[in-house]
Structure formats: structure tokens, C-alpha cells
């Protein structure tokens, strides 16, 4: 069995300690959280499949220098993962960033947005490029 090279580690954070049972990690192309003790529950977002980075950071976050990464995915099982009260946000935020670009160069992912007109929804749209290489 392989192992996993992670990029970032981290766990949720309470008054700015690890002291939860609920861990994030970045690879190079999936984004993991891992919850529980006795009955674990392991989701996984496609880095590729990211549409949308937030950050929030309320007073008491900013007091503890922990934030929320809020990650807004295609994903149809998890269309939205919070990475809650992790350390040094805006960094986890970046980092998440880059590596969302590489993976989507990598597939050759170009993501336009569509330019609504009238009776028409604006939003995202993903394209993957069909192209071989020679």
C-alpha cells in the first residue's frame, strides 16, 4: 500500500490547541478531514473540483490566530467542506490555492465564467480540455 505525502497537517483547534478529534490534510491533488474517535468518518475533496476559497476569522479566532477555510467544491457528495480553527489561515489558504491551480493545470482544466444575460444564471463553468498530446 502506498502512502499518502501530505503537504499541510493540522487539526480543528480549541482556543487555539489541537485538541479535537477532527484532522485535515493536504496532498498534492486531495484535500482530506477525518472526524471521530471511535467511529472515524473520512471525507476527500478532488483539488480539481475547487471552485471557490473563503476565509473567515471572527474576533475570537483572530484573538487564538485560528480562522476558518471555507472550500467550495463540484463535488456532489461534498459541495462544501469548512476546515474550522485552523492555524495560520491565510497561509492554509494560499497553499490550497496553488495547489488547486497545479492540479487543475495538470487535467488541463480551464474555468470560464459564463456571462449571464437576461433570464439567464451567471456562474461557473468548468471545461476540460480534450486535446492529446502528441
Known amino acids: 500500500m502506498e502512502s499518502i505525502e501530505y503537504l499541510w497537517k493540522d487539526r480543528k483547534r480549541y482556543f487555539g ?8 490534510r493536504l496532498s498534492e491533488d486531495r484535500l482530506f478531514c477525518e472526524t471521530g474517535f471511535f467511529n472515524i468518518k473520512s471525507d476527500e475533496v478532488l483539488l480539481y473540483r475547487v471552485r471557490d476559497l473563503q476565509l473567515n476569522m471572527s474576533l475570537g479566532q483572530r484573538i487564538f490566530g485560528v480562522g476558518t477555510v471555507c ?18 489561515p491565510r497561509e492554509v489558504k494560499e497553499l490550497i490555492h496553488r495547489h488547486v491551480e497545479a492540479a487543475k493545470d495538470k487535467r488541463r482544466m480551464r474555468t470560464t ?3 449571464g444575460g437576461e433570464g439567464s444564471e451567471g456562474g461557473m463553468h468548468e471545461v476540460e480540455d480534450e486535446e492529446e498530446l502528441d
Do not use: A, G
Not at 17 to 24: D, G, M, Q, V, W
Open 17 to 24: 490547541l489541537p485538541l479535537s478529534f477532527t484532522r485535515y
Open 71 to 88: 472550500v467550495v467544491s463540484s463535488d456532489k457528495s461534498i459541495p462544501h467542506l469548512d476546515l474550522k480553527n485552523v492555524k495560520s
Open 113 to 115: 465564467e459564463l456571462m
